[in-house]
């Protein structure tokens, strides 16, 4: 079946370093890779996302690209703020089909940044 | 509402009571998702929704759940018989699903425990 692995955390960093969060899964055909995010006290939104092989999705200063060979989505932003405090999920969903929402997630990884 | 309504936010319950889990959906939305969040694990997916068709229960833990949706409205998470392995943060989650772009909207989720 369909899993993900993501860096066991929690992450501290300070402002303005580089941030890698590793992703890897696990899935039959070609699914969407996302990444969700979770601040303090809201709910899961999604932060980006690539649904074919070599896509790079982007937002908010994020970048993960899918990697198929590696089997990898790797979560990267190269200076962090302590506004991105919060906890970061990967998900994959199978490719097509009607139920496009049943994701399989990693298990989230907590990022903290200090100023 | 503006977004993906639940309640409670928190319920604590003495194992062997049932419990009902209450999720409004972004209007509009046809797609309705709950999933099952664990200390220290990723998120489970548990059932899901989608317009009038018979709904994707592969996801449920036993017979002690079930979720009733009526139409493209609020849905009903019900646990019998609660056991202290339930105690989770249940999300629900809606989608637009226009064409699968796989981007659900959650909400803040329901913390239950179980004495």
């Known amino acids: 079946g369909n899993s993900v692995t993501q860096m066991e955390g929690p992450v501290t960093l300070s402002e303005e370093a580089f941030l890698t969060i590793n992703c890897t899964y696990t899935a039959t055909g070609y699914p969407s890779l996302f990444w969700y995010v979770q601040y303090p006290g809201e709910g899961l939104q999604l932060l980006l996302k690539a649904t074919k092989a070599d896509d790079k999705g982007s937002n908010k200063g994020f970048e993960a690209t899918y990697r198929k060979e590696t089997t990898s989505f790797h979560l990267e932003k190269g200076s962090v703020q302590v506004s991105d405090s919060a906890v970061y999920f990967c998900?994959?969903?199978?490719?097509?089909?009607?139920?496009?929402?049943?994701?399989?997630f990693g298990q989230g990884t907590i990022l903290t940044v200090h100023p | 509402g503006a977004g993906v309504s639940q309640s409670p936010s928190n319920k604590v319950t003495e194992k062997g009571k049932d419990v009902e889990l209450r999720c409004d959906p972004i209007s509009g939305h046809t797609a309705l998702y709950w999933y099952r969040q664990r200390l220290g694990q990723g998120l489970e997916f548990l059932i899901y929704?989608?317009?009038?068709?018979?709904?994707?229960k592969s996801g449920l833990p036993s017979d002690r759940f079930s979720a009733e949706r009526t139409g493209e409205s609020v849905s009903t998470l019900t646990i019998q018989r609660t056991q202290q392995e339930d105690s989770a943060v249940y999300l629900c989650?809606?989608?637009?699903?226009?064409?699968?772009?796989?981007?659900?909207?959650f909400g803040e989720g329901s913390r239950l425990t179980v004495l």
């Open positions: 989650a809606s989608s637009a699903n226009t064409g699968g772009t796989g981007e659900l909207f």
């Open positions: 929704f989608q317009g009038n068709s018979a709904p994707d």
């Open positions: 998900a994959l969903s199978r490719a097509g089909g009607t139920s496009y929402g049943k994701l399989t």
